[in-house]
């Protein structure tokens, strides 16, 4: 079955600077990957996510961009604000709408320091 | 519009003991799935459904059971709960069509098997 890996599990970054997520998949067979944002305590809710037959998009601060031929994928944070502290998922599946379920990473906690 | 609502918040079982999940979605979604969300684990799928009277294994069926009697519904079960089984629950759904595929996730079940 698919495999998807995720680093950091921790991330620090400054208030205004950026942070990227990465994570890789094993089956190429997989066409749709989102990102997730956790806030302690409550659900995972969808940020963004990119299909195969796109190589990057973006969404205000946010960016996600996908390397078929690598299997991996990344998300980009940029001029990061307090509230963007949170544990944050990437996720595959093979069925382009997730029919099949997601494949989740292990998370990203990422900490913005004042 | 309530979304993804999930009964009961939280739970505590003895071992051997058995209970079921409530999911319940108004958003008329063909799809529906169950989590578990261990401590640096993420989220793996344990069963999901694409249609009333259909079920399937995830990655990590093994000691539950499922039901989707009504398109709005899908039920969890423990027959006999073991404290492998203290997780959060969550419970998403989801659109058929490719395109809308955003899974929406439920509040979580926090179960404690002691």
């Known amino acids: 079955g698919e495999n998807v890996e995720q680093h950091p599990s921790t991330l620090s970054v400054q208030e205004g600077d950026s942070a990227v997520i990465k994570c890789t998949y094993s089956d190429s067979a997989s066409n749709y990957f989102p990102w997730y944002k956790q806030e302690l305590g409550k659900r995972p809710q969808l940020i963004i996510d990119i299909r195969s037959n796109v190589g990057e998009k973006k969404d205000q601060r946010i960016a996600v961009t996908l390397n078929k031929t690598a299997k991996h994928f990344s998300l980009h944070i940029t001029e990061t604000q307090p509230e963007d502290s949170a544990v944050y998922f990437c996720?595959?599946?093979?069925?382009?709408?997730?029919?099949?379920?997601?494949?989740f990473g292990k998370g990203t906690h990422l900490i913005i320091q004042p | 519009n309530a979304g993804v609502t999930q009964t009961p918040k939280f739970r505590v079982l003895k071992t051997g003991q058995s209970m079921t999940l409530l999911c319940a979605q108004d958003?008329?979604?063909?799809?529906m799935y169950w989590y578990r969300q261990d401590p640096g684990m993420g989220l793996r799928l344990i069963h999901y459904s694409v249609g009333e009277g259909t079920t399937a294994k995830g990655e990590v069926p093994d000691g539950y059971n499922v039901s989707r009697l009504k398109k709005q519904n899908f039920l969890l079960g423990l027959e006999s709960a073991a404290p492998s089984q203290t997780s959060v629950y969550f419970c998403a759904s989801s659109y058929l069509t490719v395109g809308l595929s955003e899974q929406y996730f439920g509040p979580g079940t926090r179960l404690t098997v002691t």
């Open positions: 958003m008329n979604h063909e799809y």
């Open positions: 996720a595959a599946s093979k069925q382009g709408g997730g029919a099949d379920g997601l494949t």
